[in-house]
């Protein structure tokens, strides 16, 4: 690990300052990811900054509008345990409890867990010399490598990895938006649009300016907290990533057809893949395996899998119609 400096915040404005005049500066939360990648060598900040003063954790109703505002500092432990997260976002609670240990859960923060970056082995260690996220320009060794956990939605030929968050999956669906707070001041990413696609330029993972700082996230009121579901395929039971996630709500109407619906997928995608092509087909709809399999036809429409991954087609596919059946209490 290269030698770095380390200050403690203590104010939002003065931190975002510190990031625009130091280039390669890192704030540090939790540190769950960003100091694996500092002793792999991978990340190389010249000085960290502990956000952990900033009074950024608190979880609260927004007024008047019924939703709810996580700060950027809360724990991913404290945000699956707290009650209006348990009754009004079981969705969250689920995603949150799937993903890691109890020990990273306690220590991960919510605006740490939207910056994750991707487990991809190329990407991970220095060692290999192709991977463009880590090297802009010295190509995609997971293309002809191993890429059995790759993309198989929104890649491009200069990378095929894939975003790791199990948060971010459900936070997708419940069309979550993030605020944050910059030198220019402050403004709101909707969910949909923080996290980008690879195309030509994969280290750029965020639409997030390199001196703003996540400070919030509000969750809109939604008409799905009885009928959702996150699936979460894995290797093993526990402590792994996901081969394939899906997070599933859908809104009923009194006679028992589907208001609204959302479908978001995790682990196929270089960002949180939102199924907006599927959503639609679901409206109108009384919940049956037709219904679901359609959707999830839609949903991975445009697919495409690699010598080692192209399983995960079906499995996706198979995955959205369980969700959508666990959500309606269909199966």
Known sequence: MI??????????????????????????????????LMKMGVETPEQLIDVNPLPLAKIEEI?????LRIGALARNSDVAEHPLVIKRYPLLREALLSGASPQLRNMATVGGNLLQRTRCPYF????????????????????????RMHAIL????????????????????????????????????PMREFHRLPANTP????????????VAVDLPRLGFSENSAYIKVRDRASYAFAVVSVAAGLEMTS??????????????????WRAFDAEPLLI?????AEVFAQAAEMALAGARGYKQNKFKIELARRSIVRAL????HAG
């Open 124 to 147: 991970c260690d220095p060692a290999f010399p192709a991977c463009n996220k880590r090297k802009p320009g010295s190509g995609c060794g997971a293309l002809e490598g191993f890429n």
């Open 203 to 214: 280290e750029i993972e965020t639409t997030l300016h390199p001196s703003e700082l996540i």
């Open 284 to 288: 109108g709809k009384r919940p049956n």
């Open 255 to 272: 006679e028992g057809s589907i208001k609204t619906a959302r479908i978001a997928l995790g682990g196929v995608a270089h960002k949180p």
């Open 154 to 189: 929104g890649q491009s030929d200069h990378c095929i990895a894939t975003h790791p968050s199990d948060m971010c999956v459900a936070l997708a669906a419940l069309d979550a938006v993030i605020h944050v707070s910059g030198p220019q001041g402050k403004r709101e990413i």
């Open 325 to 328: 059946a666990v959500a309606a």
């Open 3 to 36: 030698p770095f400096s380390y200050t403690r915040a203590t104010d939002v404005d003065q931190t975002t300052l510190q990031l625009a005049s130091a280039p390669r500066a890192k704030c540090i939360g939790g540190g769950t990811n960003l100091l694996d």
């Open 63 to 67: 007024d008047g509008a019924g939703g």
